[in-house]
Structures are given as C-alpha cells and as structure tokens.
C-alpha cells in the first residue's frame, strides 16, 4: 500500500486533467467513493477532477454531498482526453458503459475495487476483494498518505460503506466496524446518513412492493424469482435491492433472483445467496460478482433466461 500511494500522489502531481468514475448504473459505494476522491484530490493536491457517470443514479443518493459535481457523460465531449483517469467499484470492463472511451484514451489509468476481475483496467491497481465497500480501499491511502478530509470525505465513505453492506447486514470482518468507528469519531453520523438516503419516489416503492408480492418460489420455497418487465424496470430506482432484501427475509429463502427486462431482448439479473456461493452461476450467464452477491446481463426473452436461471440452480 505505501509504494502504491506513493505512485498514485505522483500521478496525481503530474496530471492536468483528472476523471473518475465507476460502473454504469451508479450505487452509493461507486457514487460515494468517486465523489470522496474528487474532494481528496481537492484538498491536497489543489486540483479539479471530473466525475463522470454513465447510466442512472438512485433518487435515494440525490441528497449524499457533492451529488451536483457527478457529471453525466454526454455533457462530455466525445473526444476528451485525460492525464489520469481513476476507476472506482467498476467490476469489470464490460460495467463501465460509455465512459470507456474516456478510459481507454487516458494515459494512466489506477483503479480501487473491491471485485474479482481477472481483467485489470488500471495500471496501478488498489485492489481486495476482503473488504466490504471499495471506500474502505480508499480510507487506507488516506490513512497511509495523510491526507488531510473533511466533513464531505467523512460523510461519504460513510455512506459508501452503509450502503453497500446493506446498512451492515452484509458484514464479514470486524475492519469494517473498525473503519466506520473512525469515521463516527471524524464526525460521521450515521442516524443523519441513513435519514438521506430516504429519498425515494412513490412510484418506486409501489413497483418495488407489486414485484416483492408476484415473486414465485421454487425448489421447495428456497429460491424466490422476481421479475420486472419493461415498463416496471423503467419506474425502478437504482438495482432494485429493496426487492432482493425482502424476499431474502422470508423464511426458507436462500437464493433470490430479480429479473430486470432493461429493454426488450436485454435481461439484467441480479442474484443473492444467504450463504452458499453463487458467482459461479453469474459467471456461467457472462456476469460475475461476490460470492454471495452477483449479477449479469444476458441478451435473450426474459422468458428464455428465467429457464437458464431455473437450470442453473438445479441440484444446489
């Protein structure tokens, strides 16, 4: 980690231009963790980075701080070229949408993940799959650089850490209560940040609550299968967790699956387990993930892919 830091304050030094990103279709981790760099880079380096982001942004993230600086992509010029470009909580090459071209065409690319990719973008690398949320990554180059924060850093890694352990429901190693009890004691209020993130829209909750209650259950009531057709998917905010955390609180769940029609012939699937692996059969629809968390998007009839995900799940 210190020769990686090292490299990234010497990168950051030499650049002129800065972007940051993570994957399409942002979350609170990948939203979070880019607009926490931003304000890092800000207040030690002096200099300006641009957070670009493809795809749509949760509602419940409109109130995080610095939300207004996350820049949408197509109020970038095509052609705009960048001494460094950071990724954060990107997954894999194929999850970065239309900012690739920004990717590819940079000089110098880091990358801070929390993902298995056994296809690295970055050319410095700041990754571990161990921890919970890619703003933990980050919290350690700051610990290691002390770099000066402030209240919008704080808050943000906080709220990238709440979020993507699902409130803390999602925790395996006590580093994540060690880092967040840092946070708490830099300022962090965790009441306060939860209360932002209740943002949503009456549409959405409606949608979520009519899929939740057509969920069918299969294999004996230990694999729930909700789906989302075009129209409904269009009134979905974010990746559609509310609905993968209520099926998985029914007793006897183990597995849930939320079919996404995004479009027509293009299904996004998203996949939760309790506690048995399930990457594997993201990985085997061109997807991937966590072990216990993983997703893909397949382009085939919603129909076709919930009899692959049905096939896939025979003898677990």
Known sequence: MMEKTRVF?????????????????LDGDALCSALALKRIIELNFG?????????????DLDNVPMRADAVFHKNIPDNAKFDLYILVDYGTRKHLGEIEKYVNSADFVIEFDH????DLVGNLCFDNEEKAATAQIIFDMVKVANFNVDSDVVDLLMLAIITDTGHFRFVKHSDVFKDSARLVDAGADVSRLTNLLKNKDKKTVLVEAKVVS?????????LAIATLNHEDYKKLDGRGEIVLSLLGQIRGVQYVVLLKEQKEGRIGISIRSRQTPINQIAESLGGGGHLCAAGAVVEDSLENVRTKIINAFKGM
């Open 115 to 118: 993902h298995f990719n056994d």
């Open 9 to 25: 304050i010497e990168k950051v030094q030499n650049a002129k231009t800065i972007a940051i990103s993570g994957h399409k279709n």
């Open 214 to 222: 057509e969920a069918e259950f299969l294999m004996r009531g230990r």
């Open 47 to 59: 200099k300006q980075a641009t957070v670009i982001y493809d795809g749509n942004v949760p509602r």
